[in-house]
C-alpha cells in the first residue's frame, strides 16, 4: 500500500483494544493513553509499563490469553502477540464487524498503520513510510527532534493565544495576515516567554499604525 490517508483523530475516551502485553504492545498502548484513549489489554502476562499503568486504573488489563469475544464495542483494535495466530484471530474478529484493526506482524492485513510522532504540546508531527521501513521512519522523527526543540509547546501556545486575539480584535484582513506571518519569524521562537508577549504587543501596534497611515 502506498496510498495512506493521513488524519488526526480524537480518540479521546474512545474504547480501544490491545491484544498483548510485551514491548510493541506497551509502546502502541503508551501513544493511546496519551491520546486520551480509554484502553483495554488481554494478554496472560504484560511488561512492567502495562502492570503499573493498569495499577494506576489508567487502563483495564484483563489477564487472560485472547478469545473470540465481541468486539464491536472497541472503536480501533491492535492485535500485538508474538503468535501470528492470535493475531490472525483477532484479525477475523475485527473483520467480520468492519471495524478499525492493526496487525503488528501482518502490515498487509492493517486498515490503519501507526505513524512515528514528535509532539511538542499542541503540534505533531508525524513520519509514514507506509510500512515500507519503520526504521527509516523513526530516523526521520530523530532529525525532527533535533530541528523542532522542546521550546516549540510554549511557542504554539503562544501562537494560538495571540491568534485568537487578532481574530476578535484586527478586523483587517490584510493586518491580520501580516501579523501572523510576522508571528512566524524565528526571533518569536527564539524568544523567552514574556518577551514574545511583549513584541507580539508591539507588532500589533506597528501594523495598526501602518496601516492607518496609509489610509490617511
Ligand atoms: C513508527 C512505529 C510506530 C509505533 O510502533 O508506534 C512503527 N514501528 C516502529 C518501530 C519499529 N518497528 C519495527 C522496527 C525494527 C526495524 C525494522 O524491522 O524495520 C522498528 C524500529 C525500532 O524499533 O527502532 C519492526 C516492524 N514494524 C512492523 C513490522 C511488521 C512488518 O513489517 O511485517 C516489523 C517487523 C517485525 C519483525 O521483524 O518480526 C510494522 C509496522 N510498524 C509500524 C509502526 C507501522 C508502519 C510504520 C511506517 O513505516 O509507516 C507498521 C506497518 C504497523 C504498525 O505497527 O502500525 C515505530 C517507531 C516508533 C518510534 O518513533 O520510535
Ligand atoms: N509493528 C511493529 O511496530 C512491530 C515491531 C517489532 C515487532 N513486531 C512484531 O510484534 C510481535 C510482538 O513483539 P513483542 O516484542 O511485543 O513480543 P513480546 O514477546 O515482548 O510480547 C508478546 C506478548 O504477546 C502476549 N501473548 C501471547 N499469546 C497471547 C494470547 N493468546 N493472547 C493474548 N496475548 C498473548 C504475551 O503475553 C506477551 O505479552 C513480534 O512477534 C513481531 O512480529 C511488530
Known amino acids: 500500500m502506498d496510498s495512506y490517508f493521513p488524519i488526526v483523530i480524537d480518540i479521546h475516551e474512545k474504547k480501544c483494544l490491545v491484544v498483548g502485553g510485551g514491548e510493541v504492545a506497551t509502546r502502541k498502548v503508551e501513544s493511546l493513553l496519551q491520546a486520551g484513549a480509554d484502553v483495554t489489554v488481554i494478554s496472560p502476562e504484560a511488561g512492567d509499563g502495562i502492570r503499573e499503568w493498569a495499577q494506576d486504573g489508567r487502563l483495564h488489563w484483563r489477564n487472560e490469553a485472547f478469545s473470540e469475544i465481541d468486539v ?10 508474538n503468535q501470528s495466530e492470535v493475531n490472525h484471530a483477532v484479525y477475523h474478529a475485527v473483520r467480520q464487524s468492519g471495524g478499525w484493526v492493526n496487525i503488528v506482524d501482518r502490515p498487509d492485513l492493517c486498515n490503519f498503520i501507526l505513524p512515528s510522532v514528535v509532539k511538542r504540546g499542541k503540534l505533531t ?9 519503520p526504521g527509516l521512519a523513526r530516523k526521520i522523527k530523530q532529525t525532527i527532534e533535533q530541528e ?3 521550546e516549540y509547546e510554549e511557542y504554539v501556545d ?11 480584535e484586527v478586523g483587517n484582513h490584510g493586518q491580520r495576515k501580516k501579523i501572523f506571518r510576522e508571528l512566524l519569524q524565528d526571533r ?3 524568544a523567552s516567554e514574556a518577551e514574545r508577549y511583549a513584541m507580539a504587543a508591539e507588532l ?6 501602518e496601516y492607518v497611515g496609509r489610509q490617511l
Open 72 to 81: 464491536t464495542e472497541f472503536a480501533f483494535v491492535i492485535a500485538a502477540t
Open 188 to 190: 518569536f521562537i527564539e
Open 125 to 133: 508531527i508525524s513520519v509514514s513510510t507506509s510500512g515500507a521501513s
Open 204 to 209: 500589533v501596534k506597528n501594523v495598526a499604525e
Open 148 to 150: 523542532i526543540g522542546p
Open 158 to 168: 503562544f501562537l494560538a493565544r495571540i491568534r485568537q486575539q487578532v481574530l476578535a
